[in-house]
Each structure stands twice: as C-alpha cells, then as structure tokens.
C-alpha cells in the first residue's frame, strides 16, 4: 500500500480534539507500524507528511521524535527514517489474533479509580518543556540545573562514611545526614523549629498530601481549600473521601471568613497562593491559625516555592508560630526539577509516627543514595547558590513577562503578586482559554488553560496560568506574539 493511503486509512486529525495533533499523528504511524507497513521502506519525510495532513512540518517533527524516543522507529543519517528492525521481528513472531484464548477481563476486579464527581484534571504532555513557547511550570531551565555541583554530592554519597546509606536498604529509616541538614540549612532561615522526630521525607509533595489525606481524612472529614486553588490537592482530598468547602480569595489570599465552623482540615499556599501567587500577610496568617485553634482544625501549609519572592521580604510561614495545629510542606523539586523529587512534611511527632507506618506499606524509604547525594549538595552550599541563580533567572523573566503583556495584551489583566513561578492572567470576555490552548499547540505554544484550578470549572474558562522560567526575553515576545495572533481571529467572531 502506496504511504500516501497508508495515511489516508490510519491517521485521522481532528483539531477539536483534547489529543495534539502530534500525539494523534504519532498514534496512527504507530498503528501502521503495527499492521505491518514501513517494514521494508522508510517512512514519508516530514515535508511530505506535513503536506498530506496540512500541519506544520514542526508537528510532524515531535510525532516522529516520540516514535524515536520509544524505539520505534530510527533515524538513518542522509536517508530518512526507517521501523526499528527488532519491531518489524516482532511483527512477524506474533501470533494472529484468531489463534489467542479469550482475553481476561481483569478489570472486573478493579476498583473504580476515578475522581469522585470526575473534576477536570490538569493534563500535559511528557514534552510540553521541548516546545519552542512553554508557558508552564513543570521543569526548570536547563541551563539554570547545577550538574556540576550535583555530580559532585553524587560521588560524595558514594565514598567513605556515606556509602553504606547509599548502598543498602535502610528499613524506613530517613537519611539522618539530610534531616540534619533540612532543620539546620532549610527550616532554621524559615523561622521553624523543628527536631528530627518531627520530619517524614516523601517522594514529591503530591505523595506528601496523599499521605496526609491517608492519615487524616475519612468518610465526609470537611476539608476547606482555597478556590481557585491546587487541583491535585483538591482531588487527593476528593479521593480519600472529604467533603470539599471551595473558600474564595481576595487581595490577601484565602477569605478566613468563609471559612465553616465545621472544617477539621484547612489547605492554603500562604507564601505565593497557587495559582494566583497572592503573598499572605503575617497578620492574616497570624489570623489564620487562631482561627484553626478555635475549630480545633489543621492547617495543611503547602510552601512549595517559598524563596522565589522578588519584591520585599518573605512573612514567617504559619508553622514558624508551632506545629500544634500545623502541618507544613516543602521540597526541593521547583529548584532541581525532577533530578531530585525529595519533599518533606514537618509536623508534631505524633503525626510523624503515624505517617512512617503508612508510608512503610507504599515505598518504605526513599532511595539511599538520593537523600544523601542531597545532603552533601545542601552542606556544600550547592542549595543556596541554586536558589540564587534560580531567583535571578526567575526574577528578569517574571519582570520581562509582565512588561511585554503590558506592551502586547494590555487587555489582560494580571493579578499582582511579589513574585512565584507563574503569572495569573485573566482574559476578557468571552474567550474561552481551553479552546485557546488547542490552537495555540499548532504553533508549539503552551499555555496551561485556568478552568482546572477551579471547584466549579465554568468559573475558569477566561483564565490562563502563566509560566515564564522555561522562555529567553526573546521567547516570551515571540510567544507572546503568537498569542496574540491566535485571538485576533476568535476576537472578530465576537
């Protein structure tokens, strides 16, 4: 079969769809591959792809690189691109579907995994950061990640007295070295108080709120978050059964008194909201916790960027005032990216214990040699110079970001903030800025649409989480730009 039906009969874009275009592209070559064909032949280039679909040569280019990066397909220097030989091998010793038993409906057995009242999750793609235009916040640049000095602490964990933490398993005990380091070089300039029996290491923050949630909520626990707010927050709550009580923001962040009388737990992001990036002032939070005395109720204090404030100074988190009715959460991976996806929760002893004896029967411990390749880059000042340059970076681009939205959308309005990670744009009325996102892909432009962020999702559609880190000045103009130009058209049909 000539390639030109090959793609007439197994790629199919719609560009209404949630799927990219790319991702769409690559799923159809894949079946081909599948069926058999491209086994003796090299694939359609990429202009010539790019033609019979009517995409830009770009999309066809990343549906080919995810074929690569799984090993499907391989590149052959001055030739083109040709089917992995040992997947044509296994086309050929597969045995045809008609020979096969009945498959097993092993689903029957599985617990329903969904959401409760299926809220919208937020979604990427696994090479949203490889784009020319990402405006997200899921990696860090890679020119800002300190190889050296992390290469450095990875031989250090592998020599003299660390070796033997890196290398053995050590029973669901955490590495002491980087509790040590975490109280002395992290907490102590934050203002908290903490001993080692009041801190539990975890595999990310989101592992932190899943054991939290295990720990504490049951059956109908009210639970109040902020809204707009952490969606993945808000789901793990959902799914370990609470019942949600969305609390609305002002200037100062959540409004406390919205806040029920009933509430056992309360999640906030006082040091920059996410993902509005509002700053809680120190009375608020002072507030704030004798609020949560008076109910009786916890406070679940996510610091997930607690250093990448840019104008003033940063206000004490709430636990630097005690942990009796705190439980505070922070990590490492805003700074590192996914290199190192160590957090941490901090919080009274009691809590401490109960959550090691969940998280034994989940992962039992965290990898040796991470936690200790960690403590040796925070006791070699790697850390501290990390924040610094990523402070630096983050600042120009946050100050580039807004100047040019200024300069370029001035119909934007941009919540203020002294800092973050992202900016909180609203759009005017009556863009839709998920059916925005679906187009902006077509030009390589990410945008994280701020629907998810929302309890009630039709509160969100003109919303837009804005991330600047991954994009040069010159990026972000010609990102920008792009956008631009994408509402022009949708602007006139208004």
Same mark, same amino acid.
């Given at each position: 079969?000539?390639s030109?039906?090959?793609?007439?009969n197994?790629?199919?874009?719609?560009?209404?769809?949630?799927?990219?275009?790319?991702?769409q592209?690559?799923?159809?070559?894949d079946?081909a591959?599948?069926?058999?064909?491209?086994?003796?032949s090299?694939?359609? +280039?990429? !202009?010539?792809?790019?033609?019979q679909?009517?995409?830009?040569?770009?999309?066809?280019?990343?549906?080919? %690189?995810?074929?690569?990066?799984?090993?499907?397909v391989?590149?052959?220097? !001055?030739?083109?691109?040709?089917?992995n030989?040992?997947?044509?091998?296994? =086309?050929?010793?597969? *045995?045809p579907?008609a020979?096969?038993?009945?498959?097993? %409906?092993?689903m029957r057995?599985?617990?329903?995994?969904?959401?409760?009242?299926?809220?919208?999750q937020?979604?990427?793609?696994?090479?949203d +950061?490889?784009?020319l235009?990402?405006?997200i916040? #899921?990696?860090?640049?890679?020119?800002s990640?300190?190889?050296?000095a992390w290469?450095k602490a990875s !031989? *250090?964990a592998?020599?003299?007295?660390s070796r033997?933490?890196?290398l053995?398993?050590?029973?669901?005990?955490?590495?002491?070295?980087?509790?040590e380091?975490?109280?002395?070089?992290?907490? #102590?300039?934050?203002?908290?108080?903490?001993l080692? @029996?009041n801190?539990?290491?975890?595999?990310?923050?989101?592992?932190?709120?899943?054991?939290?949630?295990?720990?504490l909520v049951? *059956?109908?626990?009210?639970?109040a978050?902020?809204?707009?707010?952490?969606?993945?927050?808000?789901h793990?709550?959902?799914?370990?059964?609470a019942?949600?009580?969305?609390?609305?923001?002002?200037?100062?962040?959540?409004?406390?008194? %919205?806040?029920?009388?009933?509430?056992?737990?309360?999640?906030?992001?006082?040091?920059?909201?996410?993902p509005?990036?509002?700053s809680m002032?120190?009375?608020?939070k002072?507030?704030?916790?004798?609020l949560a005395?008076r109910?009786?109720?916890?406070?679940?204090?996510?610091?997930?960027?607690?250093?990448?404030?840019?104008?003033?100074r940063?206000?004490?988190?709430?636990?630097?005032?005690?942990? %009796?009715?705190?439980?505070?959460?922070?990590?490492?991976s805003?700074?590192?990216?996914?290199?190192?996806?160590?957090?941490?929760?901090?919080?009274?002893?009691?809590?401490i214990?109960?959550?090691?004896?969940?998280? !034994?029967?989940?992962?039992r411990?965290?990898?040796?040699?991470? =936690?200790?390749?960690?403590?040796?880059?925070i006791k070699?000042?790697?850390?501290?110079?990390q924040?610094r340059?990523?402070?630096?970076?983050?600042? =120009?681009?946050?100050?580039?970001c807004?100047?040019?939205?200024?300069?370029?959308l001035? *119909?934007?309005?941009?919540?203020? +903030?002294?800092?973050?990670?992202?900016?909180?744009v609203?759009?005017?009325?009556?863009?839709?800025?998920?059916?925005?996102?679906?187009?902006?892909r077509?030009y390589?432009v990410?945008? @994280?649409?701020?629907?998810?962020?929302?309890?009630?999702?039709?509160?969100?559609?003109r919303?837009?989480?804005?991330g600047?880190?991954?994009?040069? @000045?010159?990026?972000?103009?010609?990102?920008?730009?792009?956008?631009?130009?994408?509402l022009?058209?949708?602007?006139? =049909?208004i």
């Open positions: 079969m000539p030109v039906e090959v793609v007439a197994y790629i199919q874009t719609d560009r209404a769809s949630s799927t990219p275009l790319f991702m592209i690559k799923q159809g070559l079946k591959i599948s069926a058999g064909y491209f086994q003796e090299k694939l359609p +280039s990429t !202009r010539n792809l790019a033609d679909l009517s995409v830009s040569l770009n999309t066809v280019l990343m549906a080919y %690189d995810e074929l690569e990066a799984q090993g499907i391989y590149t052959k220097p !001055r030739s083109g691109r040709y089917v030989p040992e997947i044509a091998v296994q =086309q050929t010793v597969t *045995e579907p020979s096969r038993g009945k498959s097993q %409906d092993w057995r599985a617990k329903n995994t969904a959401t409760p009242g299926n809220p919208a937020v979604k990427r793609s696994t090479n +950061s490889e784009l235009y990402p405006f916040t #899921a990696s860090i640049p890679k020119d990640f300190p190889s050296s290469i !031989r *250090e592998l020599q003299a007295e033997s933490f890196s053995y398993d050590n029973f669901g005990a955490d590495d002491p070295f980087l509790v380091k975490i109280i002395t070089e992290v907490l #102590a300039p934050r203002g908290i108080v903490a080692p @029996e801190i539990i290491l975890t595999a990310g923050t989101q592992h932190a709120l899943y054991l939290i949630s295990e720990l049951k *059956e109908g626990t009210p639970v978050v902020e809204d707009p707010g952490y969606p993945d927050a808000r793990t709550f959902l799914r370990a059964g019942a949600i009580a969305p609390i609305g923001l002002d200037k100062g962040g959540i409004k406390l008194e %919205d806040i029920p009388d009933n509430t056992e737990l309360i999640y906030t992001t006082p040091s920059h909201q996410l509005s990036n509002i002032s120190t009375p608020r002072g507030r704030l916790l004798q005395k109910l009786g109720a916890c406070i679940i204090e996510d610091d997930y960027d607690a250093e990448m404030r840019f104008v003033g940063s206000s004490p988190p709430v636990a630097s005032q005690g942990l %009796d009715n705190v439980i505070y959460i922070s990590g490492f805003k700074y590192l990216g996914a290199v190192c996806r160590i957090a941490f929760i901090v919080a009274h002893e009691e809590a214990s109960a959550l090691r004896d969940i998280r !034994r029967y989940q992962l411990n965290l990898s040796g040699h991470e =936690q200790r390749t960690l403590a040796h880059f070699n000042g790697g850390y501290d110079q924040i340059t990523m402070r630096k970076v983050a600042k =120009q681009r946050w100050q580039a807004q100047r040019l939205i200024a300069e370029l001035p *119909e934007w309005t941009v919540t203020k +903030s002294t800092g973050g990670l992202n900016l909180w609203e759009l005017p009325e009556p863009i839709d800025t998920k059916t925005l996102a679906k187009s902006l077509e390589s990410v945008i @994280e649409p701020g629907l998810v962020f929302f309890a009630d999702n039709k509160q969100g559609g919303f837009i989480k804005l600047f880190v991954l994009l040069s @000045e010159e990026q972000l103009r010609d990102g920008l730009l792009i956008i631009r130009d994408v022009k058209p949708k602007k006139a =049909q």
